[in-house]
């Protein structure tokens, strides 16, 4: 190999090594073998945080306050927005999402329901009361699982 070929092969290296990198870093928590992208769709603004919310293959903790496995946020962007977490194990979970508009750390909810927009894996449709569990639950499979959510406007 000649110095100029050694040199592209050190440069493509590093740029992998910084673009798995990227990937790690760009997911929440501990890296393991199975990730989740969850992309939403329908984000109007991009004011505030998307908040993801991740729950266990147990319809009592579901929607439930101290239920989930993981609770984190991105900065909203529109016309979609982009979540990833680290699963702990292949296996059956459920997603609720919503779009923290004001900033404030919680899903604001009025006399005549939700105050900001929010949606769920399976995209189920949500008349007058939440999912059940079984409509929005969904099998993350080895490796990486692709979701997409809907947001329903508030």
Not at 84 to 96: F, K, N, S
Request: hydrophobic letters at 40%.
């Amino acid at each position: 190999m000649t110095v100029n070929s050694l040199r592209l092969a050190s440069l493509a290296l590093a740029l992998t090594l910084a673009g798995a990198a990227a990937r790690a870093q760009a997911c929440e928590g501990t890296p393991s073998a199975n990730r989740l992208t969850i992309i939403v769709d329908g984000v109007a603004s991009a004011k505030g945080q998307m908040t993801g919310t991740l729950y266990p293959d147990d319809k009592s903790k579901f929607l439930v306050a101290g239920g989930s496995l993981k609770v984190w946020r991105v900065p909203a962007a529109t016309p979609s927005t982009t979540l990833c977490i680290w699963l702990p194990a292949p296996g059956t979970y459920a997603i609720a999402i919503y779009q923290d508009v004001n900033d404030n750390g919680k899903f604001d909810v009025g006399s005549l329901g939700p105050k900001e927009p929010y949606g769920f894996s399976n995209n189920p449709r949500i008349l007058f009361s939440k999912p059940s569990y079984e409509k929005v639950k969904f099998l993350a499979t080895a490796a990486e699982t692709t979701l997409h959510v809907r947001l329903n406007p508030a």
